[in-house]
């Protein structure tokens, strides 16, 4: 028997061919005249290559990556912006300023020609809303205010006097153009409409500011009929509250 060491590619070496059995059912088979039949033997037992999937390049994962960041980046640059080309196409192309305008002198008429069955509900022309009134306990906040406009529960109502709040959202990424959006719109002396159990009331704007989330004194009860509507701002940093106070015109 020769001393040479033979060399087996690496397949050969795989523990799950039966290299036994090969040899056992070749007796007189031995390496150096059979070593090239007995190799085709044992690479066709040895198994198959499993198939690679095809890999994506560094290079083309980077360019998918990068246009990702620029798509999210334009869009939280400019959703907030989006509502302001809607105001303007809605304020310069269609008749709906006047027509709430309307309906808030409407208001100041006697209340026996006031219609009946109304949801509670605010206009403000300067703004070109019209939307209803929602209530709900505190617990609900989020809730409430992801739907509209919300009557804090723990302030007064038109029909009790003192100091009706009403809060909502001016921009969320999920919902860019919230309620009280355009309440920025509004300027001091606009008329503001609010109908509630039927009853109309009218409110002029006595003050616009802008104060801290910790002043709560804007939610405060207070001795003459007034209506309070603030919101988050500015848009981009929603740090502040930007707060409408409107004084009972006619009730």
């Known amino acids: 028997m020769s001393n040479r060491r033979w060399l087996f590619p690496h397949w050969v070496l795989n523990p799950e061919i039966p290299i036994l059995q090969i040899l056992s059912a070749e007796p007189s088979c031995r390496p150096e005249p059979c ?3 007995l190799m085709s033997k044992i690479k066709a037992l040895a198994p198959a290559k499993q198939r690679r999937l095809p890999k994506i390049s560094l290079s083309r994962a980077n360019s998918i990556l990068l246009i990702l960041i620029i798509l999210i980046n334009t869009y939280v640059i400019l959703a907030p912006l989006f509502p302001v080309v809607t105001f303007w196409w809605e304020d ?3 008749d709906r300023r006047q027509a709430l305008t309307a309906q808030v002198h409407r208001a100041k008429q006697p209340v026996g020609t006031a219609p009946v069955n109304q949801p509670n509900h605010v206009i403000i022309p ?3 809303l019209d939307q209803p009134i929602l209530e709900g306990p505190i617990s609900q906040t989020y809730k409430i205010l992801a739907q509209g406009i919300w009557h ?8 009790k006097g003192g100091n009706t709040v ?3 959202h001016r921009f969320t990424y999920t919902q860019p153009k919230g309620v009280f959006y355009y309440l920025n719109k509004v300027n001091l002396g606009d008329e503001i409409a609010l109908t509630w159990n039927n009853k109309p009331y009218v409110y002029k704007v006595a003050s616009i500011d ?4 910790t002043q709560t004194s804007i939610q405060d009860n207070t001795t003459d009929a007034r209506l309070t509507i603030f919101t988050c701002t500015p848009l981009w ?3 502040d509250r930007l707060v409408v106070v409107a004084e009972l015109e006619q009730n």
């Not at 802008?210 to 989330?213: C, D, S, Y």
């Open 35 to 37: 070593i090239i039949e």
């Open 92 to 94: 310069h192309h269609s």
């Open 126 to 128: 300067s703004m070109l």
């Open 152 to 159: 804090w529960p723990d302030g007064s109502s038109p029909d």
């Open 166 to 168: 009403l809060i909502g």
């Open 210 to 213: 802008v104060v801290p989330p």
């Open 237 to 239: 940093l929603p740090k």
